[in-house]
């Protein structure tokens, strides 16, 4: 009687184990995925506060972001898991996936719905169109593979969506719940981390470095080199550069500004007219003086590449709501985000536009350019 007792109160307790999620993405936290937004738990219109009371998360965002470095990571195939046991409610798989536009209308997107024993269910939001492996009625174990990641729906980046109901935040925190639905909750870290760092030939915008342009050598006689990154813990305050070396190390070029928002998810890049000199050149890029990246790129030396009639390094200034170049640049344009021109100038001087945030782009004598956003 002593053994039936006891084998009734396993299987009873095994039925009333409390829900605990594994990650719903392949791969590890901080290489292969990133986590960018929380769920936000201030409940005011245009106030936000993540479950550590941080600022992680968007006004009203009801899930959290799991994040890949690029479109090109999404087109290498990386898995949607199933975050713990359950039943297969719903699935979308037909619209397209290659979003990079928030557009709320579009909500979900593609999206798998899972319905867990203990009377949560889960949603895996913005999957790859024509991906899913599960059916509406399927039962999965925790840690399934069930479609791929990709970027459907209101989506600008490829990324699953992860949100839970009843309850809308996994997290436990200061200002969420006081138990974790995690089996081992994933870090939360407001520290600088460097996603991704290279160099390419042409002034991108920002679509294209979501692609992940593939590292290039300079070789076109009249190209440009972009120095781009992606990291994750930038304060408003952070000084950002980037300072460009010569084959022996020397100083050619060094661009510095503000960051000018907190992001946790931050793109920043800055281009150069090609060097005439041929060699092993370098981008090192600086984060509040400390190095965070630096990229070695070989450039064919040409002929015929203009010489430069200043050795003062070329900087920007913006003071006074006027834009300053340093030494007088030969030209300063002024564009939109999405690439329509604003406002030019043929001297080293011009009024900074009211609308913002803004693309400036400067040119100095011997070629030298300084591509930056302005707020």
Known sequence: MLIVLVLF??????????????????GSL????????????????????DHACGIQTYDGHDGTDFVLRSFRQMDSGVYVLSAADGEVITVVDSLPDRNKQSVIEREYGNFIAIRHPQGYISYYAHIRRKSARVKVGDEVKGGA??????????????????????????????????????KD???YSTDYRLIDADVTTWPPRLDTLRERPPHADVTPADSSITFWSLQQGI?????????????????WFRYQTTAGVASHYFYWWSYILRPAEGGSWTAVQRINGTETARVKLNVKGVVGVHGTDSTEPPSVVVSNNKIITT???TS???????????ASSAEGVLEKPAASPMLLR????????????VR
């Not at 593979?145 to 925190?173: I, K, L, T």
């Not at 300063?332 to 604003?342: A, F, K, N, Q």
């Not at 400067?362 to 956003?373: D, E, K, L, Q, Y």
């Open 145 to 182: 593979r069930m479609a791929f990641v990709g970027s459907s729906g209101n989506s600008s980046d490829p990324h699953v969506h992860f949100e839970v109901w009843q309850r809308m935040d996994p997290f436990s925190g200061a200002c969420a719940d006081d138990v974790s639905l995690w």
């Open 327 to 329: 030494p007088m640049a």
């Open 30 to 49: 901080g290489k292969d995925y990133f986590i960018v937004n929380h769920v936000d738990h201030d409940s005011r219109e245009g106030a936000i506060r």
């Open 362 to 373: 400067a040119v100095f004598p011997g070629g030298r350019s300084v591509t930056m956003i």
């Open 9 to 26: 109160f396993a299987v009873f307790n095994v039925s009333a184990q409390p829900l605990r999620f594994s990650p719903p993405v392949e």
């Open 235 to 251: 304060a408003a305050t952070d000084a950002l550069e980037v300072e460009w070396l010569t084959p022996d190390g020397t100083s």
């Open 332 to 342: 300063i344009s002024m564009y939109t985000l999405d690439g329509r021109l604003v």
């Open 185 to 187: 909750q994933p870090e």
